[in-house]
């Protein structure tokens, strides 16, 4: 934990989604509060795509935070992933001087904001309705893909804590 106000999951539910869907909204809330904490002081932009060890770079991490909830979510009101999803997902990672870490940062935001407003929406009886993943249909139910949106990007959350902290006490010669 990166403050010292509880986490969120100890602050109690939040208001307007079902008890079922409570730690999902909990561990997406964490994952935003990290978020904005860990680059509320300037990360360089110039680190963004370093891949320390050759492991992803901070600005993946980032994309694919918000990439995989965008996808996760858009199956599970039973739709499929469109263009723009698609072009999103195979830019993820790819260094661009056009974005900034704040962007990512706010897309990020964005992409939590939509999350917790479709939980809203959510209900409790929908959630073993069955869903299908991606081009293959690989089946799974509302509860799982809302539940693996928000493990994913926790697992995401530790390797962006990490990678962050590994890459910003890199100097520019050790980047080149």
């Known amino acids: 934990m990166l403050h010292s106000k509880p986490e969120v999951w100890m602050r109690g539910p939040i208001e307007g989604i079902s008890p079922l869907l409570q730690p999902i909204a909990h561990a ?9 904490v860990l680059f509320s002081s300037a990360f360089p932009d110039s680190k963004l795509w370093v891949k320390p060890a050759g492991l992803a770079s901070v600005g ?3 994309q694919h935070m918000k990439g995989v909830l965008d996808r996760m979510f858009t199956y599970a009101v039973s739709k499929s992933v469109d263009e723009n999803q ?12 056009k974005i900034t870490t704040q962007d990512l940062v706010n897309q990020f935001q964005t992409q939590v904001k939509n999350a917790l407003e479709q939980l809203k929406k959510t209900d409790e009886s929908a959630l073993l309705e069955s869903r299908g993943v991606g081009r293959k249909n690989i089946p799974s139910n509302v509860i799982g893909l809302l539940f693996h949106s928000a493990e994913h990007i926790q697992r995401h959350l530790g390797q ?5 902290t590994i890459v910003t006490k890199l100097s520019d010669e050790d980047i080149l």
């Open 160 to 164: 962006l804590l990490v990678t962050t």
């Open 28 to 36: 997406l809330l964490q994952a935003d509060e990290e978020v904005t």
């Open 86 to 97: 698609l072009t999103y997902l195979t830019s993820e990672g790819i260094p661009s001087d």
């Open 60 to 62: 993946f991490h980032l």
